[in-house]
């Protein structure tokens, strides 16, 4: 096979050929798009890489196997690397499509969280304009140029992450939830370290993850054995705690540091935490702090 990318640009046809991969996680093998004559056929064929393709006119068939699928407008119909396949432009209605051909160590799991399988090769596609702006996107960075290898990964990645969308916006009445608990509280940890001084809840962290307050605090339940709410807290009032004894700060100003915008609220939280008052806890930690020195200095 050639080193060099071969592109092809007709009034019916333009594919993007002999890509150098980028990455090992996802990457393009080839792209195009073809308004097919009637009758068009491709195959029998064995693939090595993953290959989508998306009917946006007309029809034909794809046979995998023993099986035969009709395709119409709006369909995705994908070949898996090491199947025989066959396909077929109507005579009658001849289909105009786009494809995408992909690998890599991510290319499995991305199909699957679009709910593609070996049983499910066919599926609708809801929105294919998308699909269509990112393959053009593919296709006008043909050059063998750094920025351009950048630019066609850009666009499958976000090829991929349209399909996966697309495919879990309308296939499925749950929630979907791609990663492990442990996964989503640890981002919920980073996001708390980051915000805590600010007036956020916990619907808002869980709308900024993804998932829904509930399930962020079964996730919280499980790993932590406590709700987020009462994580927060414990975070802030610690964060207070340092401040109280490590600054001549006010507690006015402690409180606002740590999230509070009412001192009286702060002061409550703070007690229910440490069983005192802000204030008392300071002129507590002081004492230890002296006492310890004087300890040092009888020896």
């Not at 019916?12 to 093998?29: P, T």
């Not at 007036?199 to 919280?220: E, P, W």
Request: hydrophobic letters at 30%.
């Amino acid at each position: 096979m050639s080193t060099n990318v071969k592109y092809t640009d007709s009034a019916r046809y333009k594919c993007l050929e002999y890509l150098k991969k980028a990455s090992m996680d996802l990457y393009l093998c080839y792209c195009g798009s073809q308004i097919c004559c009637s009758g068009h056929a491709y195959g029998p064929e064995i693939r090595t890489e993953y290959l989508l393709h998306i009917v946006l006119s007309g029809k034909g068939y794809y046979t995998v196997g023993s099986k035969t699928y009709e395709i119409g407008p709006n369909t995705a119909f994908l070949i898996l690397p090491g199947a025989t396949t066959y396909y077929e432009a109507s005579k009658e209605d001849p289909w105009t499509y786009i494809w995408v051909g992909f690998n890599g160590i991510k290319a499995e799991a991305s199909l699957t969280h679009a709910h593609f399988s070996k049983d499910r090769l066919v599926a609708p596609i809801h929105n294919v304009e998308p699909f269509v702006n990112y393959v053009n996107g593919m296709l006008a960075s043909s050059q063998l140029t750094y920025a351009n290898d950048f630019a066609r990964e850009g666009y499958l990645y976000q090829f991929v992450s349209s399909l996966i969308q697309d495919q879990q916006n309308h296939e499925s009445t749950e929630e979907i939830h791609d990663y492990s608990y442990q996964v989503y509280v640890e981002h919920t940890l980073e996001y708390i370290e980051h915000n805590y001084s600010k007036n956020i809840k916990v619907h808002s962290i869980a709308d900024y993850i993804g998932i829904n307050r509930s399930y962020l605090t079964n996730c919280f339940k499980s790993v932590l054995h406590m709700p987020p709410q009462e994580y927060i807290l414990n975070y802030r009032m610690n964060q207070a705690s340092l401040l109280l004894k490590n600054s001549d700060l006010p507690v006015s100003e402690i409180a606002n540091k740590v999230g509070y915008d009412d001192a009286l609220n702060f002061s409550k939280a703070f007690k229910k935490v440490f069983g005192i008052n802000p204030t008392k806890f300071r002129s507590t930690a002081e004492c230890l702090d002296t006492s310890d020195k004087d300890t040092e200095n009888k020896f």
